[in-house]
């Protein structure tokens, strides 16, 4: 059967389940909106913990907030409305009094159906305000522990893990990991209301050591917080692992940002200050102490982080064996090597800072400085296409942040500078037209000589310098069921980049059709083409040219529910890339998931099988997968081959719940699976297995 008969059948199949579909299902359908974001950032930046960029959703799906006592702030924290639909709603409860039921949402401008079915899982609308009650009884009798272990293994013999004798480990020591196989993962934490946290975590990736060795005090990596919001006067403090968040992320955004998706509506940076550090990404969080405390209409915060993080040593001092210099800084986490150890907390980091806002209606002002100083000197190897990047022992970012809403028009924006004088500039507006019609427009120039410390903007490179753009983005609702989004995006690079040693420039756009008939349905058609260019690859003249490459995917996605208890998901994804010179890649990704939950039992059951079939890997396929709580899977999938997992959850009582997730990938085009690397495979599959227990007390 060729893969058009496949998609079709599929397709076909699809409606007419749904056809049948009872009336009186209840809505169980799960918006697809943060799934789409992740898989985003995944097709750009690669694959990360996405924990800090959910955690707030999955506490809020526990803890739904109470429409009639809530603000601007905390509900900003759902990024999943924008300031316009903030401020209607809050105007809407000052002139005509609480909500009485959670559909008066649709009396309000701007909450279409759509919008209230994304926001559903975490608000609620009740008489009763609970104020926290911060008395130390209260917190012992309300607080909630929980503790949560998992453990991870490749089932397949990797290379790195092979037997070696000692005189070849001596002649090649990097060519086998350290230690074991498995990824091991642990947390504790305390919580009291959205008030106090305190955690701790620990990670060790596989391949390190554990408790011998270089890790003789166990995991790899500890990260522990204590948190508290809005108590005596304090508006936050962090003392530990902590981010901190402000304005757009030009100037001091540590941690992870949702980019740009077909939701162009929700570009801008909803900053969330100080906040706790859960994540186990080893480079993104601060380390020490931070405050907030907030004074007339302003709040001030300042914060300071010392630690130590991984580098390429360049020079030692013979005489002393200390590190003289250091030519970039390593950012994996992974400690598994003789080489990795090598790299390991070689020089210390110091950071300090503050940002100071202002608030007055619908004004928000803030100004934000941070300086790093490291204790080595960091000199690059320079090249072209590097010589503006931060080179020396410290530097420094200031910045200025708005945002202003009128009317129906939120404008805002940030100007970041750094020590050498390099600027950076993003300014963005949500204009909202009509109900039913909104646009987003947002500009940006990062000079190329723009140094960044930690920031995260929106933008099409990861260095956040040497980039200009414009990006225009629509959301029309023409008829009650379907809602149209997108956006384009042209860029600039002015200066060289790494592989392409000449200015050049791109286009990115993203056209997507939403129609969600029912509570129970949703089905997307998107189309997304990339545009850029680069270095040519043929060597056929002294000098670099550059040749254009065209990456366009389409996909069509529907979910479903069948039954109370049955949820089904399918899509089908196309993929189109061409580089001048070379001969075109396509390939093909369908998938069909089943879940299983029964109202009111412990069970409950995820199943995928897909097939995927590309010509490389300039033509992979992202897909996001369901996983065990606060773990996440993005395969590339590429070459040809099929994937499946099944994944169990299962509540033992109301107080222990566990996990267990069995994927694999099955190559038809191959006998050997990551070739020349040491997570060398013999064969043509590769299986993980993932367990997870969590207990709650």
């Known amino acids: 059967m060729s893969k058009w008969q496949i998609i079709t059948v599929l397709i076909c199949f699809q409606f007419a389940v749904n056809a049948i579909a009872q009336e009186d299902t209840p809505d169980v359908l799960k918006d697809n909106v943060i799934e789409q974001k992740i898989e985003n950032i995944a097709e750009t930046d690669g694959n990360y913990d996405y924990t800090s960029l959910l955690d707030k959703l999955e506490y809020y799906k526990k803890h739904p907030i109470n429409l009639n006592y809530t603000n601007k702030e905390e509900l900003s924290e759902l990024n999943l409305l924008d300031d316009i639909q903030i401020n209607k709603l809050m105007e809407h409860i000052d002139k005509n009094g609480n909500l009485l039921f959670l559909y008066e949402l649709q009396t309000i401008e701007g909450f279409e159906k759509d919008v209230i079915q994304k926001i559903l899982p975490y608000v609620t609308v009740s008489e009763n305000y609970n104020k926290p009650n911060l008395s130390f009884n209260e917190i012992i009798k309300n607080s909630k522990h929980v503790v949560i272990y998992r453990v991870q293994q490749v089932i397949e013999n990797e290379k790195g893990y092979s037997s070696i004798t000692d005189s070849a480990l001596l002649a090649s020591p990097n060519s086998r990991y350290l230690g074991s196989k498995q990824t091991m993962f642990a947390r504790y934490r305390f919580t009291y209301s959205n008030n106090i946290s305190v955690g701790l975590t ?103 982080s010392i630690k130590k993080i991984d580098a390429n040593v360049s020079l030692l001092d013979s005489a002393t064996n200390s590190i003289e210099t250091v030519s970039s800084l390593q950012t994996t986490g992974y400690h598994n090597t003789a080489a990795s150890i090598a790299d390991k907390d070689v020089i210390t980091e110091k950071i300090g800072g503050g940002n100071i806002s202002y608030k007055h209606k619908n004004l928000k002002i803030g100004t934000t400085l941070v300086a790093v100083q490291y204790n080595t000197l960091l000199k690059r190897n320079l090249d072209y296409y590097n010589q503006f990047e931060f080179s020396g022992t410290h530097n420094y970012n200031a910045g200025l942040d708005y945002s202003y809403l009128w009317n129906n028009i939120n404008i805002y924006g940030e100007a970041s500078r750094s020590e050498n004088g390099g600027m950076a500039f993003v300014n963005g507006a949500i204009i909202s037209l009509d109900p039913r019609f909104s646009v987003s427009l947002l500009q940006r120039n990062y000079q190329r000589n723009f140094q960044p410390i930690f920031n995260n903007p929106v933008a099409e490179s990861s260095k956040s310098a040497n980039e200009k753009g414009f990006l225009m983005g629509v959301s029309t609702k023409p008829f009650p069921f379907i809602t149209l989004t997108g956006y384009y995006d042209r860029f600039a690079f002015d200066w060289l980049r790494y592989q392409t040693t000449s200015p050049s420039y791109g286009n990115d756009f993203i056209a997507q059709l939403n129609y969600t008939p029912s509570k129970k349905t949703d089905a997307y058609l998107r189309v997304r083409q990339r545009n850029k260019e680069k270095n040519s690859s043929l060597n056929l003249n002294p000098l670099d040219y550059l040749i254009k490459t065209q990456q366009t995917n389409y996909r069509f996605n529907v979910s479903y529910s069948v039954t109370p208890s049955i949820k089904l998901r399918s899509r089908v994804e196309l993929i189109d890339y061409y580089e001048q010179e070379s001969a075109a890649q396509h390939g093909y990704m369908i998938y069909q998931d089943v879940m299983y939950k029964a109202l009111g039992k412990p069970l409950s059951i995820t199943f995928r099988y897909a097939l995927f079939d590309t010509d490389g890997y300039d033509s992979r396929i992202y897909a996001y997968e369901n996983e065990v709580l606060y773990s996440y899977s993005l395969p590339a999938l590429s070459e040809k081959g099929s994937r499946t997992y099944l994944l169990l959850n299962y509540n033992i009582t109301r107080n222990i719940e566990v996990w267990l997730r069995y994927a694999q990938t099955f190559y038809n085009n191959k006998s050997i699976i990551s070739e020349g690397s040491l997570s060398e495979i013999q064969g043509n599959t590769k299986s993980e297995i993932k367990a997870q227990i969590r207990f709650s007390f």
């Open 202 to 304: 620990a990670q060790k990736d596989a391949g390190e050591e554990f408790f011998k060795g270089t890790q003789n005090q166990g995991f790899d990596f500890y990260s522990a917080h204590f948190y508290i919001r809005n108590i005596g006067k304090f508006k936050s403090l962090a003392i530990g692992d902590y981010q901190a968040q402000f304005g757009q992320g030009l100037t001091m955004w540590s941690g992870l940002a949702f980019g740009k998706s077909g939701d162009a509506m929700v570009l801008k940076r909803n900053a969330r200050g100080i906040s706790p550090y859960t994540s186990v990404d080893e480079n993104l969080f601060l380390r020490g102490a931070a405050v907030t405390i907030p004074m007339w209409k302003f709040d001030v915060t300042g914060f300071g």
